[in-house]
């Protein structure tokens, strides 16, 4: 199991947080996952800008973007080659209990550092499996894109595939059957030589990596864009891969007794993007 390597709340060494932070408490907050890569936090401007997002949608008001900053210099700094860092900012601690913000609290961030390695060569090469899970998401959300803290639908789905080794994921749905995401990366099917993903402004998480795929891809040659997917649509590509921020591109092998094959497009990206200086 991973151990962390170090943790800082509001710039200080700690382990925990007060009882009374309203991240614990409601899931008031939002989060950014980083890789590291010898030292530099990886497409850096695109994590700050959701984070951006994310504070101004839920109404949070933080004022420490440049202790922030120092935060993650340091822990870049003692990194070994491949690592993650997490942020999480809270709306931080509320002087009364209730789900309305009592006072004016001051947000509350949470750095921490993770060690992590290569994803194994042969497996991205072979391509991975995917699961569909029974858990169905709401069709819309009011926090649509951003990453919040309250991941409970994602977390559950998660559970359907801890005994099977060789499930990378599960593929999420929402009630009306259309294509979501996975738990934790973001879908891109080939169609006709395009790249096909689900929008995010209903419902879904807007991956960093999956906008540097939608911004890469068109210098390379490839068409890719937006569009609602249904299990129809899947059926009917010729590949699939996933995306996140550890991962990069994954060429998916198959979901449950659908396989596909790795596409072209899937092989000039995940190389493309993994060359990148970012």
Known sequence: MDEILGSWVDGVAAASIPIDDRGLQYGDGIFETILVR???PR??????????RGLTRLGISFLAEAA????????AAIAPP????KIIITR????RRGYAPAGKP????VVSLWPTTPFDRAVV?????????????AETSPFAGIKHLNRLE?????????NSPATLDCLMLDIGDRIVSGTSSNVFLVKSGELLTPPVNRVGIAGVMRAVVLREAPRLGIVAREQELTLHDLWQAEGMFITNVRIGVVSIAGVGEHVFGMTESARKLRDHIEALDA
Request: aromatic residues 2%; glycine residues 6%; without cysteine.
């Open 106 to 109: 001051v947000a509350r961030r």
């Open 92 to 95: 931080g601690s509320s002087p």
């Open 38 to 40: 010898n030292g530099i």
């Open 43 to 52: 497409f850096l401007e695109l994590h700050r800008e959701r984070l951006r």
């Open 125 to 137: 090469e072979q391509g991975m499996t995917l699961r569909i899970a029974r858990l169905r998401v």
């Open 68 to 75: 922030l900053n120092a935060d993650l210099a340091r822990a």
């Open 154 to 162: 994602n977390v559950m789905a998660a559970t359907e595939i801890l």
């Open 82 to 85: 491949l690592a993650i860092v």
